[in-house]
């Protein structure tokens, strides 16, 4: 069996393990491969400014980002893309490059870069957990980090500005949105029976979207039509992150 | 472009037909266009010959600064200019040419992904081939860049448009990556491509698509383009039905205007 496995990253609310995206994306797949993983929020800790999220520790290597931790797994054969064929595997490969590209601006936006939401929610909740003086830096940090990627990803000469980007970020997103929920139609998963880490990728990002107490979201009331795919977020949350076991 | 313009935009070209003076442009082939500006190019001149549509290619100088959103290439059509892969798709739909109108949504949704990444994967690196690799950026890019401007604003351009890449690939998290490791995700972004290809003719069994107008515009330039290195296309070259997948699109559609 695998060495002892530990994660670091954000804490969880909103009856989710985790409110970042891409820590969810890890938790979701260490529950789906039954990963033993021990889980250190970060919360309230100095790490809050230190760390880069989500982290994993086994042994004496430590990997970074959801992708590489995803294949370090895989290659300790804790593996839940077994049984897809190799077809499979390159939608899995292309359907998260759509993720990336179209709809994490439009999650950026939503939590780091609206007004309302940001004041009310994000920065309310991220300086909640960080640790005094931090709560003043680390959700100023990320809505920076939040706004130059979004900026310099999907800005183009010379609309520099984001209220001009606003409404493509947001009609590519409600797109997205469409495509995952042609594409699951009305299975439990989006490869057969069991979860595979594209549904791990797909719950990390709708997950927050849907559970977050957003007070203006058009982007949610879009998911909201979506039952398929709100019903595939509360499915996984049920079946794995029950409320007795949190963390597992 | 903002919405509301997108669909003022639409609403015009649905008015014209295709006129025979299309033209695209595109930066001069022999001495200043770089490889993803070639791949995005030729991905265009492929999707509008497998349109059917007459177009005439143009080499400026400033093609890059005369395009609406700063990206090559760009078409000028009857009073209307459109930049990019997806715009042009979306023009030429409402001028009522499309190739995609005959899949299915499951079908268009697993178009548009793989679409993505192509944009995500390959596209992003060959940019950072050409830009954040030290060697291949002083050797190529740089002095190809400017090679029609006088110094000094030959050397302000350059490193300007580096520095612009550069920060890009560190703000979507390429900045800390080694040129192997890009070499391993174009491999696995090429072996995604090849499997899902399989023994068809095109991505899309018999009719092809604007996914395989990307695809050819992408795998044609990498392996036809010379570099600092040849793993890049060495890695590509390891598919072979992707190879015939160019030879054959090459031949279709490129190769009966040149004779």
Redesign the interface.
Do not use: F, H
């Given at each position: 069996m695998a060495a002892a496995m530990e994660l670091r990253c954000w804490g969880g609310d909103w009856g989710l393990p985790s409110v970042h995206t891409d820590s969810l994306i890890v938790l979701a797949y260490a529950k789906f491969c039954g990963a033993n993983v021990t889980v250190s929020p970060i919360d309230w800790t100095w790490k809050t400014i230190t760390a880069s999220v989500p982290e994993l520790f086994c042994g004496d290597s430590t990997v970074q980002?959801p992708a590489q931790i995803l294949n370090f797994m895989r290659k300790q054969r804790l593996n839940a893309d077994y049984e897809l064929t190799?077809?499979q595997?390159?939608?899995t490969?292309?359907?998260i490059?759509?993720l990336?590209?179209?709809l994490r601006p439009a999650l950026l936006h939503t939590f780091w870069v609206d007004a309302e939401n940001y004041a009310n929610l994000t920065r309310p909740w991220f300086a909640s957990r960080s640790p005094f003086p931090l709560n003043f830096l680390v959700p100023c940090r990320h809505a920076n980090i939040a706004l130059?990627?979004i900026l310099?990803?999907k800005g183009?000469?010379?609309?520099h500005r984001i209220s001009?980007m606003e409404?493509?970020i947001y009609?590519d997103a409600k797109?997205c949105l469409n495509?995952?929920s042609?594409?699951l139609?009305a299975a439990k998963y989006f490869f057969g029976n069991s979860p595979t880490s594209l549904d791990a990728f797909v719950f990390g990002f709708l997950a927050p979207l849907e559970k977050a107490n957003l007070p203006s979201s058009p982007l949610l009331s879009h998911l909201r039509q979506l039952e398929n795919l709100t019903g595939f977020c509360d499915n996984i949350l049920a079946a794995f992150f029950s409320s007795d076991r949190p963390y597992g | 472009m903002s919405l509301a313009a997108e669909a003022f935009v639409s609403q015009l070209a649905a008015a014209e037909p295709w006129p025979e003076n299309a033209t695209l442009y595109q930066p001069l082939k022999e001495d200043q266009i770089l490889l993803s500006d070639h791949a995005s190019s030729l991905a265009v001149q492929a999707y509008l010959r497998m349109c059917g549509l007459p177009v005439q290619v143009l080499c400026r100088v400033n093609s890059e600064f005369m395009s609406p959103s700063g990206k090559i290439p760009f078409i000028h059509v009857g009073n209307q200019v459109v930049s990019e892969l997806g715009p042009i798709v979306q023009f030429t739909k409402a001028k009522g040419h499309s190739l995609s109108d005959g899949l299915d949504d499951v079908q268009r949704a697993e178009m548009k992904a793989y679409m993505e990444l192509v944009n995500n994967m390959l596209l992003t690196a060959e940019l950072y081939i050409q830009w954040c690799d030290d060697a291949t950026a002083a050797e190529i890019s740089r002095p190809r860049y400017s090679s029609p401007y006088s110094w000094p604003l030959s050397k302000i351009l350059a490193y300007q448009k580096q520095w612009e890449v550069r920060r890009k690939m560190n703000a979507i998290g390429w900045g800390g990556k080694t040129l192997q490791q890009v070499y391993e995700d174009v491999s696995q972004c090429c072996q995604a491509l090849s499997q899902r290809l399989g023994m068809q003719p095109y991505f899309f069994n018999k009719q092809p698509t604007e996914l395989d107008a990307l695809v050819f515009g992408h795998l044609f330039t990498i392996l036809t383009t010379r570099l600092t290195s040849s793993e890049l296309a060495e890695r590509v070259k390891s598919y072979s039905n992707l190879l015939s997948f160019c030879r054959r699109i090459e031949q279709t559609y490129f190769e009966d205007k040149s004779s």
């Open positions: 980002e190799a077809r595997g390159a939608d490969m292309a359907y490059a759509l990336e590209e179209k130059s990627r310099l990803t183009e000469a010379p609309l001009e409404g493509k009609s797109e495509l995952l042609y594409r139609g | -």
